[in-house]
């Protein structure tokens, strides 16, 4: 694991990086994480943010937050504010440097201008259908457009007017004048500005009923705010030629490198924000934070830590080649800081009543317990003790299976962090079912082993009077499969139906009483929890985490 004093991980593009320094190509690097605030950050985005903001921490320079926000119809205010409020929250800080694409289109119409000048630009009246058919396939070259040869001062005129709203939807683009022949179709006469009317943008309102794409945007924005290593996912590395072309042809202050590398794709979720998307607005979750979803908001939601996920996001690493990551290392890194940071407490998710007739009625006792087993910094708690305690339901069996070492019908465990007690009765109800268990409980074994015998199980337990009634949600996979919606599956009918579990009748010792949305806990034997928004002072509510062991993956692979 990499801890905070090791340094970070090398790969092809901090090597780059520390090149162009070494050799006084840059001084000073600067990057940007550049976010469509058309959807939730998930954790592939995670991974472009610390890489970015990771890079510019590492060598002193800076990183930009730039909302690539060319596409007014999908996108929106609430995802322009939760992508901020998520980058902060990982841990990173762009200063003063926020950036919106759409602060540039004036000046991105400007440049457009100048290619047109340039006569590298051309207004096309072709509609979208003819544009396709003009464009050729892979195998095949693309078409001139007719409109390919208009004289400046025509482009110029009917740039303007489109500008001024004088044509519908799809009536005409702006497109560079490239190559119709190149085998990148990327440089066939690319479009740079298509019209759209009627929509609202949320940082330009109804100004512009013109809007560049993002192939012509983003290079130039880049270079407007001086980037040096403009760092992408290998499905541009095919518009790249496009990328220099733009930053070749108008008059921008620098020249931005665009380096490619692969995204991060997790097992048994999916990454496409249009699959995002569509589980939450049909309900296959309760919302973009859904614990449950690889949505930043969700894995914040469901317990995971800033320093967890950029530990993640480390250790998977930089490179050009295509992999599949396991969930397992997701969650080998939530549960290694959890370890370590989070305080334990017991939760009986099922309980089952049992009896300690020997006990006196009318005595509570406090045991005190650590709330770390290794690290005493975290301090104690006390947990009353009394005569009617919970366990959990599978802590006893009337006909144990081989090899149990819990309760069972007169056989001894010990209650953690307090006595050795022993089942001498099994009451059940009419209908067979255990109503609750009547136990011995060995006064003599608080803190030391009974006298003579060996007491193998421990199991947790809580105070029935004082315990704090609680609901736990318990989650696992989103999906059935590694990889939902391959080879053409509609990856809705590989939902999991059981990745969502609710207990409602847990009950957790009394410490958990009024506990914070947010706050992380071991919960003795059953896993790592966090305090849901949901709670309420007399009800708290709990998201597992992750489990204590790696029972999954372990068994995948
Ligand atoms: P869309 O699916 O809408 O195209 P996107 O996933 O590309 O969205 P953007 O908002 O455009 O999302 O992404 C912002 C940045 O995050 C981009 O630089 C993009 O390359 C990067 N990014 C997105 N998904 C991943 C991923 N799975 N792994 C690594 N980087 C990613
Ligand atoms: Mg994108």
Same mark, same amino acid.
């Given at each position: 694991m990499t801890d905070a004093a090791e340094p970070p991980r090398t790969h092809f593009i901090r090597q780059i990086?520390?090149? /162009?320094?070494?050799?006084?190509?840059? /001084?000073r690097i600067a990057t940007r994480f550049p976010p469509e605030p058309n959807g939730y950050l998930h954790i592939g985005h995670a991974k472009s943010i610390v890489l970015n903001f990771g890079l510019a921490e590492s060598f002193g320079g800076t990183c930009n937050l730039r909302f690539d926000d060319t596409n007014p119809l999908k996108e929106n205010v609430e995802f322009v504010e939760s992508i901020q409020a998520d980058v902060?929250?990982?841990?990173? /800080?762009?200063?003063?440097?926020?950036?919106?694409?759409?602060?540039?289109?004036e000046r991105l119409y400007g440049f457009a201008i100048e290619l047109i000048d340039k006569g590298l630009a051309y207004v096309c009246d072709l509609n979208a259908e003819e544009m396709r058919e003009h464009r050729?396939?892979?195998?095949?070259?693309?078409?001139?457009?007719?409109?390919?040869?208009?004289?400046?001062?025509?482009?110029?005129?009917?740039?303007?007017?489109?500008?001024?709203?004088?044509?519908?939807?799809?009536?005409?683009?702006?497109?560079?004048?490239? @190559?119709?022949?190149?085998?990148?179709?990327?440089?066939?006469?690319?479009?740079?500005?298509r019209i759209k009317h009627g929509v609202v943008h949320h940082q330009t309102g109804?100004?512009?009923c013109l809007y560049p794409t993002y192939d012509y945007t983003h290079p130039i924005s880049d270079a407007l705010e001086g980037i040096t290593h403009s760092l992408c996912t290998l499905e541009f590395e095919d518009h790249r030629p496009l990328y220099d072309w733009c930053i070749?042809?108008?008059?921008?202050?620098c020249k931005p490198r665009q380096i490619e590398f692969s995204r991060l794709n997790l097992e048994y979720t999916v990454m496409s924000k249009r699959r995002l998307t569509d589980l939450v607005g049909e309900s296959h979750v309760t919302g973009w934070d859904d614990p449950r979803m690889p949505t930043i908001a969700g894995l914040r939601r469901r317990g995971y830590t800033p320093a967890a996920i950029r530990d993640f996001c480390e250790r998977i690493g930089i490179t050009k080649s295509e992999n599949l990551v396991e969930m397992a290392m997701l969650e080998s890194a939530i549960r290694e800081d959890l370890d370590a940071s989070a305080p334990r407490r017991m939760a009986v998710l099922d309980p089952l009543k049992v009896?300690?007739?020997?006990?006196?009625?009318?005595?509570?006792?406090?045991?005190?317990?650590?709330?770390?087993?290794?690290d005493e910094g975290l301090g104690t708690r006390t947990s009353p003790f009394?005569?009617?305690?919970?366990?959990?339901?599978?802590?006893?069996?009337?006909?144990?299976?081989?090899?149990?070492?819990?309760?069972?019908?007169?056989?001894?465990?010990?209650?953690?962090?307090?006595?050795?007690?022993?089942?001498?009765?099994?009451?059940?109800?009419?209908?067979?079912?255990?109503?609750?268990?009547r136990a011995w409980v060995d006064l003599d074994t608080l803190g030391r082993n009974p006298e003579g015998r060996k007491v193998k199980g421990v199991i947790h337990w809580v105070s029935a009077e004082h315990g704090v009634p609680a609901e736990v949600r318990l989650y696992d996979r989103l999906f059935k499969v590694p990889t939902p919606g391959a080879g053409g599956a509609d990856y809705r009918a590989e939902?999991?139906? @059981?990745?969502?579990?609710?207990?409602?009748?847990?009950?957790?010792?009394p410490s958990l009483r009024g506990v914070q949305p947010g706050e992380r806990f071991q919960f003795e034997r059953e896993g790592y929890f966090v305090a849901d928004p949901d709670s309420t002072a007399e009800r708290p509510v709990f998201n597992l985490t992750v489990g204590l062991r790696d029972t999954w993956g372990k068994s995948q692979s």
């Open positions: 990086v520390e090149a /162009d320094l070494a050799s006084g190509k840059h /001084d902060r929250w990982l841990g990173f /800080d762009w200063e003063d440097r926020l950036y919106f694409a759409s602060d540039y289109f050729g396939t892979l195998t095949e070259p693309g078409r001139d457009s007719p409109y390919r040869d208009r004289s400046v001062t025509e482009n110029r005129d009917l740039f303007a007017r489109m500008r001024a709203g004088e044509f519908p939807d799809g009536a005409r683009t702006l497109r560079a004048r490239i @190559d119709m022949g190149s085998p990148n179709i990327n440089l066939r006469d690319p479009v740079l500005y109804t100004a512009w070749d042809n108008v008059s921008v202050p009896v300690l007739v020997n006990y006196p009625e009318e005595r509570t006792e406090s045991l005190e317990a650590a709330n770390h087993p290794k009394s005569r009617e305690i919970l366990i959990d339901r599978s802590d006893f069996e009337e006909v144990p299976p081989k090899g149990f070492k819990r309760l069972v019908p007169g056989g001894e465990v010990r209650l953690r962090q307090a006595y050795v007690i022993r089942c001498d009765e099994v009451v059940k109800d009419d209908a067979g079912v255990i109503r609750e268990l939902i999991n139906p @059981d990745s969502r579990r609710v207990l409602a009748g847990a009950v957790v010792e």
